[in-house]
């Protein structure tokens, strides 16, 4: 290709050269042969006329050399901008950072290049509601489950790394803008017995935690008051806070100089196949597979269908109501058809405050029994702060509206009793996120759908799905490309569980 160009660049040069040395008088007399049966005028516009459209023609044509260089998004087959390809391997649904974690970590894992064609689908480019964005960024190994401890070890470690896994060519680095600071958790007199169970967990796991009495708590941080305190969990290391968007824009500039394709729409629908087996009972159950993603384009009524092999439910919040689609959940009662994707989307509030005489630079990410959360945020005095609300007073999730007297009358006063130098403090700013919250544990639902058969599933981390999302991804690649686990076992995280009422519990849920 390069020679090609480099050729036709010459040619035009040539030409350059042999006409510039003609007088213009001798140029505008040149004829043609008297037996020829056309005749092509080679006057002096003529010519310029054909230099001008060769160059644009070598200029249109060293653009696509360069684009088609790897790295490049290029791809030889003609595609309608704005519209996705009418083929792909495998379809992720949701462009969050768990989506991009997914497609980027299907491209490392490939063995081939182009060998496996991946399409990521988000319907907000914008990202205005993604749970991502709107996180308050925290990572820490502080949980009571192993493969939670686990998944935040390896994801702390990737961001560590970052700019070796995320890096591109002749890009700027991965900055995520990271905090290093401990998560410090309180427990009440109830909960210290809990609290020392997970300690033993999470130090068996690898997590380098520290356990503090009342006493000791105070000497570190002398500006929280102790009263009803009765143990504390400190991170050491790998634990604090970073930039949501970073880390989603860094996974998802690299998956695409990697080739993934993305298309912005909605998923409205599904084609598929079905067939019907009996059990050993007489039951008849139901198996499908998905052949076609039916994509809407904006602002239009258009869809456009995408053929796949493998579909990957990464939709956050929305994942429940994507899973519908594929008709699960709306089976016969009692039957696994019945049993839904528990995931819906859980309105909660984040406060920005100012509070001139708060804490320093030590302040860790601070969590409260009583379920108050708060960190430093930058510098200057500034704060955000967060609670999530009772079951029975859980907010409407129809919109991102921020109630500013769930502050006043339920935060405020928490916050104030353990941290007293927020007595006196401003709500400068606030906004309000989803979390993917999973109704029926608070944990990720990871793996195969067992009667979609070709619909993997990624979603309901309530609350943890972006400081996991790292692991996640690589967990889901390998499954979907090894057949199984590979790096960390996290088959307690499978849909069955929810289909035989066997919980996985998380304990410390913020």
Not at 7 to 12: S, T
Not at 196 to 203: C, D, H, P, S
Not at 336 to 362: F, H, I, M, T, W
Not at 375 to 385: F, K, M, S, V
Request: glycine share 10%.
């Amino acid at each position: 290709m390069w020679k090609t160009w480099t050729g036709l660049a010459g040619a035009v040069q040539r030409v350059r050269a042999s006409l510039h040395p003609i007088p213009y008088r001798l140029a505008s007399t040149f004829l043609c042969a008297p037996h020829s049966a056309r005749c092509f005028s080679t006057g002096r516009a003529a010519c310029k006329d054909f230099i001008q459209e060769l160059e644009q023609q070598l200029k249109a044509f060293r653009h696509k050399a360069l684009t088609a260089m790897p790295g490049s998004d290029w791809s030889p087959q003609n595609t309608t901008a704005g519209l996705p390809p009418e083929r792909a391997d495998i379809v992720i649904v949701g462009g969050g950072v768990v989506g991009w974690s997914i497609a980027y970590w299907l491209k490392r894992k490939e063995r081939v290049r182009d060998g496996v064609r991946v399409l990521v689908v988000e319907k907000d480019p914008t990202y205005s509601q993604a749970s991502t964005v709107l996180s308050v960024g925290g990572i820490r190994q502080q949980f009571s489950l192993p493969e939670n401890i686990h998944l935040s070890l390896a994801s702390a470690d990737f961001m560590r790394n970052i700019n070796e896994h995320l890096g591109v060519l002749n890009e700027d680095p991965v900055d995520l803008q990271f905090t290093h600071s401990g998560y410090l958790f309180l427990a009440s007199e109830k909960g210290a017995a809990v609290m020392e169970e997970n300690y033993r967990t999470q130090r068996d796991a690898g997590a380098k935690v520290l356990l503090l009495s009342p006493t000791q708590l105070k000497e570190k941080f002398p500006w929280i008051n102790t009263e009803g305190v009765k143990l504390a969990s400190y991170g050491l290391e790998n634990e604090g806070w970073f930039d949501p968007w970073s880390l989603l824009n860094a996974f998802r500039r690299k998956a695409l100089s990697m080739g993934v394709y993305q298309c912005v729409g909605e998923v409205t629908g599904f084609r598929y196949s079905s067939h019907s087996m009996s059990t050993t009972d007489g039951d008849m159950v139901a198996f499908k597979r998905i052949k076609y993603v039916n994509v809407r384009m904006p602002n239009s009524l258009e869809v456009q269908p995408v053929e796949c092999a493998i579909v990957v439910n990464a939709a956050g919040a929305q994942s429940g109501k994507v899973a519908q689609l594929a008709g699960i959940g709306s089976g016969p009662e009692d039957s696994l058809a019945s049993v839904p994707v528990p995931v819906e989307p859980r309105k909660r509030y984040v406060y920005v405050l100012n509070c001139p005489d708060g804490p320093g630079l030590d302040t860790p990410f601070l969590i409260d029994y009583s379920g108050v959360y708060c960190r430093r945020e930058g510098l200057g005095g500034n704060y955000i702060a967060g609670l999530s609300p009772e079951e029975n007073e859980e907010p409407d999730s129809g919109d991102l509206e921020v109630n500013y007297g769930f502050f006043q009358e339920n935060l405020w006063p928490l916050l104030a009793r353990r941290l007293p130098a927020f007595e006196c403090c401003k709500v400068t700013s606030a906004w309000a996120g989803y979390y993917d919250y999973n109704t029926f544990d608070q944990n990720g639902i990871l793996g195969l759908h067992p009667l979609v058969n070709n619909m993997y599933i990624a979603t309901g981390f309530s609350g943890h799905g972006l400081q996991q999302s790292p692991a996640v991804g690589r967990a889901l690649a390998e499954l979907i490309l090894d057949g199984g686990f590979r790096t960390l076992d996290l088959s307690a995280l499978g849909f069955e569980r929810i289909f035989y009422k066997e919980p996985v519990l998380e304990r410390n849920i913020v």
